[in-house]
């Protein structure tokens, strides 16, 4: 059975960094590429960025400079590195497998005040 369970959102004023995490169970994770979306109030959930099998990572622009992905299959964890965030970032997150997504997680809320 899939599970992702994302965690480390918070409350952060602009300019401020969080490092989320999701942890994945029920995938072959070292195989996969791995996204972090999100989606913020009002809008369609989006693409942040992906990190593939071999590390390689691409990212939105708007988060480009910014945010880094990076993952360690021995924990089957993917990490997302948040770095002067701005209050456009806030938004649920959440991480699944990129470009096919599978069942979501609860996701969780980074929320960053002006």
């Known amino acids: 059975q899939v599970h992702l369970v994302e965690s480390g959102g918070g409350l952060v004023q602009a300019g401020g960094s969080l490092r989320l995490s999701c942890a994945a169970s029920?995938?072959?994770?070292?195989?996969?590429?791995m996204g972090w979306y999100r989606q913020a109030p009002g809008k369609q959930r989006e693409l942040v960025g992906t990190?593939?099998?071999?590390?390689?990572?691409n990212y939105a622009d708007a988060v480009k400079g910014r945010f880094t992905i990076s993952r360690d299959n021995a924990k089957n964890t993917v990490y997302l590195q948040m770095n002067s965030l701005k209050p456009e970032d806030t938004a649920v997150y959440y991480c699944?497998?990129?470009?096919?997504?599978?069942?979501w997680g609860q996701g969780t809320q980074v929320t960053v005040s002006s």
């Open positions: 699944n497998l990129a470009p096919s997504t599978i069942s």
């Open positions: 029920g995938i072959s994770f070292r195989f996969a590429t």
């Open positions: 990190i593939t099998s071999r590390t390689s990572s």
